[in-house]
């Protein structure tokens, strides 16, 4: 049962609806929302709940409700009232509301008209819906830079193409979500980063940054055989570290471990070279976004 809910449901409703998988508003409706907006300044938000349809895993599409709460959140802020014990959910699949799957990419507004605020705290106990923080502010591919140089040690400059995409699904990563580095490489049997492979310690370091809220857990994974003898699987994730810190990354946000064959995403032995590359690799998990 949904905390507070026979409360919200005999409120006044609001949908903003969403294209398949995505959490950006297209223009129509955020046109509507803005009308929305320029006609209720005088109400009060109760709470938002975001929702999705069934496409996807249960996990990314938890991920894209939160981001659409965000981002609704982001366009409603500071022009219409909130309530102090403001609630956001986000349900991802699990609520099925509609027939449809177009009906169901929403996030809804609960709020009410400024002719029912007398009667506030009738219809809605102070109890009934308790105190949250608003959303994390929501960091958009566009407001992340998209290149990033370096002085190399022989006294020149290096220039590397940050992928901004990547870099907002991290900024934007829930609490236990985790995120595969999937183009980070190391030469073979050692902890040493291929060069190829910096764009991506860089386009971590900025995420880290731009999120002063976010900590970390860098969790290395291998392949191939049943142990990691070499407990190459920790060094890599402590290569990571190493970097971050030097950077002047707090070493409080961020922790490494190993976890050598112990989690597959294939059984080993491997039976391709996909497979192998899959297994092999190296995951951020977020365990705290604010």
């Given at each position: 049962?949904?905390?507070?809910?026979?409360?919200?449901?005999?409120q006044n409703?609001?949908?903003?609806?969403?294209?398949?998988?995505?959490?950006?508003?297209?223009?129509?409706?955020?046109?509507?929302?803005?009308?929305?907006?320029?006609?209720?300044?005088?109400a009060?938000?109760?709470?938002?709940?975001?929702y999705?349809?069934?496409?996807?895993?249960a996990?990314?599409?938890?991920?894209?409700?939160?981001?659409?709460?965000?981002?609704?959140?982001?366009?409603?802020?500071?022009?219409?009232a909130?309530?102090?014990?403001?609630?956001?959910?986000?349900?991802?699949?699990?609520?099925?509301?509609?027939?449809?799957d177009?009906?169901?990419?929403?996030?809804?507004?609960?709020?009410?008209?400024?002719?029912?605020?007398?009667?506030?705290?009738?219809?809605?106990?102070?109890?009934?819906?308790?105190?949250?923080?608003?959303?994390?502010?929501?960091?958009?591919?566009?407001?992340?830079?998209?290149?990033?140089?370096?002085?190399?040690?022989?006294?020149?400059e290096?220039?590397?193409?940050?992928n901004?995409e990547?870099?907002?699904?991290?900024?934007?990563a829930?609490?236990?979500?985790?995120?595969?580095l999937?183009?980070?490489?190391?030469?073979v049997?050692?902890?040493?980063?291929?060069?190829?492979?910096?764009?991506?310690?860089?386009?971590?370091?900025?995420?880290?940054?731009?999120?002063?809220?976010?900590k970390?857990?860098?969790?290395?994974?291998?392949?191939c055989?049943?142990?990691?003898?070499?407990?190459?699987?920790?060094?890599?994730?402590k290569?990571?570290?190493?970097?971050?810190?030097?950077?002047?990354?707090?070493?409080?946000?961020?922790?490494?471990?190993?976890?050598?064959?112990?989690?597959p995403?294939?059984p080993?032995?491997?039976k391709?070279?996909?497979?192998?590359?899959a297994?092999?690799r190296?995951?951020?998990?977020v365990?705290?976004?604010?």
């Amino acid at each position: 049962m949904l905390f507070g809910s026979k409360y919200l449901a005999a409120q006044n409703q609001f949908l903003v609806y969403f294209d398949s998988n995505q959490f950006a508003l297209n223009e129509a409706e955020k046109t509507r929302l803005t009308e929305w907006i320029r006609g209720h300044q005088t109400a009060k938000i109760l709470a938002l709940y975001g929702y999705t349809d069934e496409k996807g895993t249960a996990a990314a599409n938890d991920t894209l409700a939160f981001r659409r709460v965000q981002q609704v959140y982001q366009q409603i802020q500071g022009k219409v009232a909130i309530r102090p014990d403001f609630k956001q959910r986000s349900f991802g699949e699990t609520v099925k509301k509609y027939g449809k799957d177009a009906e169901n990419r929403n996030v809804t507004i609960f709020f009410l008209n400024a002719d029912e605020l007398d009667k506030e705290k009738e219809l809605i106990p102070e109890n009934k819906i308790p105190e949250t923080s608003p959303p994390p502010a929501l960091l958009e591919a566009q407001d992340l830079p998209d290149v990033f140089t370096v002085d190399e040690p022989d006294g020149t400059e290096r220039t590397y193409k940050l992928n901004r995409e990547f870099m907002a699904q991290l900024a934007n990563a829930k609490p236990d979500e985790k995120v595969v580095l999937s183009q980070l490489n190391f030469v073979v049997n050692t902890f040493a980063i291929v060069p190829e492979s910096r764009r991506i310690l860089f386009e971590l370091l900025v995420v880290m940054q731009k999120k002063p809220g976010l900590k970390i857990g860098i969790e290395g994974h291998l392949c191939c055989a049943p142990t990691d003898r070499l407990d190459l699987s920790t060094q890599r994730a402590k290569a990571i570290y190493h970097f971050l810190t030097q950077q002047g990354i707090s070493k409080n946000r961020i922790t490494y471990k190993g976890l050598g064959t112990s989690q597959p995403i294939y059984p080993i032995p491997e039976k391709t070279d996909s497979e192998r590359a899959a297994n092999r690799r190296v995951e951020i998990r977020v365990v705290e976004n604010q």
